[in-house]
Each structure stands twice: as structure tokens, then as C-alpha cells.
């Protein structure tokens, strides 16, 4: 099981989580690009992917740094940047790494943490390890935004989450295949606050042949004063919590939290 997510598992992982519907229609990216726009400088994002919301945000004029650990997210990434125009390459740069140990000898005025990325950060010493090195690459009073899942108590530990259920129904692709996908929770460590995730590709081949394609990989689940906790270890202090992408203030239905914090210490 790839403790980062599982996303380098096989080359096809990062073209499948381009095809995967509700990704592309997720509000977060407008939230994002707006952060991004307002920052109104250099922005790092970590766990960029395959720049769902870094390509947006540097075709809206931002200049963007994007860090990801999987070769493969980052190979599509770069795939789809060099189909963009000179202006939006040059405001571009991706690196390969790791969000817990990295160095890039820059500052950034707002650092992002989409869709969850930081749930893949397992062991407390990983989290804190990365937020400490978010903390040093931000100017003075940069931001950081990150968003993880609202914890659903009777969701999270729901021994029937063991059984496959359908994410989204078959759709044929452009060039004549088909996919869908179903998930499930294949093991439950609520002691760890950690379920193991299996995204399960059905790709049906223009041969008739189906492909049953499985991500796997453990996600860290976290509460909200356990993240404000975190966030004040690392030199950061919480300006807004939000429960949604349309910055509704966190409530007890909200489906996300979403921390903006900002760097109130420099950590040495
Ligand atoms: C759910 S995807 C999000 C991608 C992108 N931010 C988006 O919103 O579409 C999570 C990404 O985090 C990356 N990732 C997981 N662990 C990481 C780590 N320790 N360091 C850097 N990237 C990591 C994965 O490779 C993957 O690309």
C-alpha cells in the first residue's frame, strides 16, 4: 500500500484521475483561484497532481510553484502545460518531492494544500515536519490554505464501508472506451484515525476486455482543534474556517474544513 496515495502505483493512475468526472467539476477550483489571484504574488502549491488547480490559476496570471511526489501526476501535468501558451509555462514550475522534506529556496506570499493532499500525510512527526516547512517557505504573514473532510462520526467507522460501492456509473471516454468507478474502505484503524481507501478503475477496452485497475492507499482522517493544534505548533494562527467551497463557516453538517491560517511566527 503507497503511503502517499498510490498515485505512482501504475503509469495509468494519473490519465484516470483526469477522466474521473466529479473531479473536474469540484468548486474548489474557483475557491482556489480566487485565494491565488488575491495573494497577489509568488504561490506554492503542494501535492499539485496533475494541475487541476495549478493550470487554472497560472492561466489567471499567478505565478505558481507546484510540488508533488508521484513523477507520473507531475509527467501529466507538464503534459497539459505545454499545450498552454509561453506567458502561462513562464509563470509555471513543477518540482518533484516530497511536501514533508523539501527545499526550494523561495519564498511564497500564499501556500495551498488541495483536495485533501495533506490527509495523505500519515504520522504526526510527517505533519508537523510539513507544516514547519510550509512556515519557512512563506514571506512574513503569508498564508497557508488547506482543506481535509469533515469527519462523519457514524460515517468513519461504518464496518459496511468494507463493501464496494459505485463512485460514478460507466461513461464512454473520447476515444471509445469505458470507465467507471467504485470505492471502498478495505480496513478500518479508528486507534490510528486512518482507513485504508481503495479506489477500484473499471476500464472497459475497445477490444471488449475490462481492466479492473485498484488504488490503494491509507488516508489520515483529522478533527478540526486537532488541525488548530497543528497549525499552532508550526508558527501559524487560523483567520477563517470554512465548511465549504462557498465560505460558509464551518457547521456541523459541513462537508469540509477548510483552514486559512496565517504565518504569525518564524520558526528557525
Ligand atoms: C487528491 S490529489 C490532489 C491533486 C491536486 N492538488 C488537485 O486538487 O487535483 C493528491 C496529490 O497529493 C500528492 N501527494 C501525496 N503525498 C504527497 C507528499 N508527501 N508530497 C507531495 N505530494 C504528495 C499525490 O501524488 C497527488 O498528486
Known amino acids: 500500500m503507497n503511503k502517499h496515495g498510490g498515485y505512482d502505483d501504475q503509469p495509468i493512475m494519473a490519465e484516470l484521475y483526469d477522466l474521473v468526472p466529479g473531479y473536474a467539476k469540484?468548486?474548489?477550483?474557483?475557491?482556489y483561484l480566487q485565494c491565488c489571484v488575491a495573494?497577489?504574488?509568488?504561490?506554492?502549491?503542494?501535492?499539485?497532481?496533475?494541475?487541476?488547480?495549478?493550470?487554472?490559476?497560472?492561466?489567471?496570471?499567478?505565478?505558481v510553484t507546484g510540488l508533488d511526489v508521484s513523477p507520473?501526476?507531475?509527467?501529466?501535468?507538464?503534459?497539459?502545460?505545454?499545450?498552454?501558451?509561453?506567458?502561462?509555462?513562464?509563470r509555471v514550475r513543477l518540482v518533484h518531492g516530497d511536501m514533508t522534506n523539501f527545499d526550494l529556496a523561495e519564498l511564497f506570499?500564499?501556500?495551498?494544500?488541495?483536495?485533501r493532499a495533506f490527509q495523505?500525510?500519515?504520522?504526526?512527526?510527517?505533519?508537523?515536519?510539513?507544516?514547519?516547512?510550509?512556515?519557512?517557505?512563506?514571506?512574513?504573514?503569508?498564508?497557508?490554505?488547506?482543506?481535509?473532510?469533515?469527519?462523519?462520526?457514524?460515517?468513519?467507522?461504518?464496518p459496511r464501508a468494507t463493501e464496494e460501492s459505485e463512485d460514478f456509473a460507466e461513461y464512454e471516454l473520447p476515444d471509445g472506451r469505458r470507465l467507471r468507478r467504485a470505492s471502498r474502505l478495505a480496513a478500518l484503524h479508528p486507534a490510528d484515525q486512518v482507513n485504508d481507501v481503495e479506489l477500484i478503475y473499471y476500464l472497459t477496452?475497445?477490444?471488449?476486455?475490462?481492466?479492473?485497475?485498484?488504488?490503494?492507499?491509507?488516508?489520515?482522517?483529522?478533527?478540526?482543534?486537532?488541525?488548530?493544534?497543528?497549525?499552532?505548533?508550526?508558527?501559524?494562527r487560523v483567520i477563517d474556517l470554512f465548511g465549504n467551497f462557498d465560505k460558509s463557516p464551518l457547521a456541523d453538517n459541513s462537508p469540509e474544513m477548510i483552514f486559512v491560517a496565517e504565518k504569525c511566527e518564524n520558526l528557525d
Open 39 to 63: 495573494a497577489g504574488g509568488s504561490i506554492l502549491e503542494l501535492g499539485c497532481g496533475t494541475g487541476r488547480i495549478l493550470l487554472p490559476a497560472a492561466e489567471a496570471g499567478c505565478r
Open 109 to 115: 506570499h500564499l501556500a495551498i494544500v488541495p483536495f
Open 205 to 236: 477496452n475497445l477490444d471488449g476486455t475490462t481492466e479492473r485497475i485498484v488504488q490503494a492507499f491509507p488516508f489520515r482522517y483529522i478533527f478540526r482543534y486537532e488541525m488548530e493544534h497543528l497549525l499552532a505548533r508550526c508558527g501559524f
Open 72 to 90: 507520473h501526476m507531475l509527467a501529466q501535468c507538464q503534459q497539459k502545460l505545454q499545450r498552454k501558451s509561453h506567458s502561462v509555462q513562464s
Open 26 to 31: 469540484r468548486t474548489d477550483i474557483d475557491f
Open 120 to 158: 495523505h500525510v500519515i504520522a504526526v512527526d510527517d505533519q508537523l515536519t510539513c507544516l514547519r516547512r510550509i512556515n519557512r517557505h512563506l514571506s512574513t504573514r503569508g498564508q497557508l490554505i488547506l482543506d481535509v473532510f469533515q469527519v462523519d462520526l457514524k460515517k468513519i467507522n461504518n
